[in-house]
């Protein structure tokens, strides 16, 4: 596992989930105000280094995509004080069942780091656009590697969500013009490379 500042102030690492055995990918932004984790999984080797981020920078909020994506979310809550979890409204219940007491948002609220809520299609999945770095991160609804990526598989949508209505929730996300995206299921990547 490592760590890459992607840009100042913005780092992206991925790591084996340990249930789904895949590699994912969680990101770390610290702004004037906050220290924010994007679906962060936190591997044994890397607690150190979040314990100095913490010491420097204070308790991190947690912004979760899509409730999936909890995975070291309670670790961290348990283990620095002032924690916060933020989960969309829409799946704010089966987000809480996983990591215990959570704060809600809803599109369009302005979130710790003053990184926008993006309701998307899949799951109640929220993206989070960060002004300041021109990025949008991406839950489930996109997949990528480092030279393309695509709409997650259609296995992956429920019964009563389509590709189509995905693939618009996507398009109207990149609205934002985004110079970079910041797939959990893939890495940080340049727009260009999406295929939709």
Known sequence: MT?????????WWSAPHPEWKQVV???AMVADDAFVLFDP???????EALDGDVRHHGPPAILITVHFHIRSSRAIVERYDGSTVWGHEPALTKVRRRVGETKSFEEGDELPGAVEA???HHMDE???WLPSHEALV????VVGTDERAELSPPSWLRKRETVDEQRASVQRALERGPKRLLLTHGGPIDPAALEL
């Open 126 to 128: 929220a993206a989070f």
């Open 25 to 27: 990918s969680s990101y």
């Open 41 to 47: 999984l936190v591997p044994e080797d890397l607690w």
């Open 118 to 120: 993006v309701a998307m």
């Open 138 to 141: 991406l839950g489930d609804s």
């Open 3 to 11: 760590i890459e500042e992607i840009a100042p102030r913005l780092w």
